[in-house]
């Protein structure tokens, strides 16, 4: 078996290191700004104030700390679409953290997943051909629309030729595009991958539609307290917009740099069971395969950071896959959405993200508005206040609409 973290290419055994992190969030404009939010519990959902939504049901959401248009010119900004932008602003980032690498080219490869793109453009610019004709319609459409377009303009951006990637799967998605940039290493087709997920579609079609669904938190009147995954109290997700990127290094490129953590191990698995309704057992495929991929077993688990959206039977599915997996072994469990919201095709890397800091600083971020936990799901909990912990080996959990689940394992560096 393929021993803890190994990546095997040409006979050469080398590991896969996270060596820079970058993010703009509900909680903060950067990566580290994000994580101290995570660690001090702070809230990022507040109501929406835009003209539209006077009329919605939903009427709260997880929006950014600070606007594209404070880290992008003008001129740049006005031909991306605001996924675009975000994604751009955290490949930034975390390509300056990880120090800028000497990579050729040839050897370095994007993936950013999301899960709807470009919708807002798509529906922006339709409002404007219904209204006034072909000729007001944007020329920069089309690249702003395509799902594709956050990897393509980062690729661009980085000069990277190996490859620009889009999984889309839903809330996976994010999660997806880290599992892909570890394959994409260990199969020996990139030495450095731009990993991660971007959302932005606060717009009225899809929060009406999660409305109508009834999947959706309607706090309106206490945005605070909404988004309350494992809670007793919880009444569904508060959606959110954001991006977060990690840069996956082979070690043996920078002998000696400063890094995170290492990413150790990735699957993916389908339930092939409901469009909306995830199943333990494909859940618990991902799981289990992503530790036998590791090397790792459940008891060197020291924390979990859980997907736990906040929806009354997503979060106790999820409860019993965790139970399934480790059995009476007890690892903490957070889950920061609790913070953001719901970040969709940014979930999964931001979640991967907030794992690599928390083994790099030993310490698990707390799940805010956890006043009465369910006592369906049982499990180490972290309530009120950042734990201190041990942690050799960590897990993060993405599952989308669709059946899609994505679970990483990361290990010390």
């Known amino acids: 078996m393929r021993t803890e973290s190994d990546s095997v290419t040409g006979g050469v055994t080398d590991r896969v290191l996270v060596t820079g992190l970058g993010a703009t969030t509900p909680l ?5 700004a994000t994580w101290q939010a995570m660690l001090e519990g702070r809230n990022g959902i507040r109501a929406i104030e835009r003209d539209w939504m006077v009329e919605l049901p939903i009427r709260i959401a997880g929006q950014l700390a600070v606007e594209p248009s404070e880290a992008l010119d003008r001129v740049e900004a006005r031909r991306l679409d605001r996924s675009e932008q975000l994604a751009l602003i955290a490949a930034r980032e975390a390509w300056a953290d990880a120090g800028r690498p000497e990579v050729d080219g040839e050897r370095l490869a994007v993936v950013i997943g999301t899960g709807t793109g470009g919708a807002v453009t798509m529906l922006d610019q339709d409002d404007v051909l219904e209204r006034s004709g072909v000729r007001k319609v944007s020329p920069h459409t089309v690249p702003m629309l395509m799902a594709n377009g956050p990897a393509a303009w980062v690729s661009i951006d980085l000069g990277a ?11 996976a998605s994010g999660a997806e595009a880290v599992a892909l940039g570890l394959d994409l290493i ?19 079609l899809p929060l009406a ?7 959706h938190s309607l706090r309106n009147h206490d945005p605070e307290h909404a988004s309350r995954p494992f ?24 002998p000696g740099r400063h890094s ?9 698995t389908s339930d092939a069971h409901h469009i909306t309704a995830g199943h333990p057992d494909g859940q618990t495929r991902a799981v289990r395969r992503a530790l036998a991929e590791a090397g790792v077993t459940p008891e060197r688990i020291g924390m979990v950071h859980a997907h736990a959206t906040s ?3 997503g979060d106790l599915t999820e409860a019993e896959t965790l139970a399934r997996v480790f059995g009476p072994h007890r690892p903490a469990v957070t889950a920061t959405k609790s913070m953001t919201g719901h970040l969709f095709g940014a979930a999964g890397a931001l979640a991967a993200l907030a794992t690599a800091y928390s083994l790099h600083d030993q310490l698990v971020p707390p799940i805010r508005n956890l006043t009465t936990p369910d006592p369906a799901a049982d499990l180490d909990l972290v309530t009120a206040t950042a734990r201190t912990v041990h942690a050799e080996a960590a897990l993060t959990n993405a599952f989308g609409f669709g059946g899609h689940n994505a679970s990483l394992v990361f290990t010390e560096s």
Not at 186 to 204: K, M, Q, S
């Open 161 to 171: 030729k190996a490859g620009a990637h889009t999984p889309v799967s839903a809330c």
């Open 260 to 268: 995170y953590a290492t990413l150790a191990g990735a699957a993916v």
């Open 28 to 32: 903060g404009g950067t990566a580290p």
């Open 231 to 254: 809670d007793l109290d919880r009444d569904g997700f508060v959606i959110g917009e954001g991006a977060a990127v990690l840069v996956l290094e082979r070690a043996s490129l920078r």
């Open 186 to 204: 260990r199969l020996g087709r990139a030495d450095v991958v731009i990993a991660g997920g971007t959302e932005a579609c606060l717009h009225p």
């Open 209 to 215: 539609g999660f409305a109508q669904a009834r999947a």
């Open 311 to 313: 929806t009354p039977k």
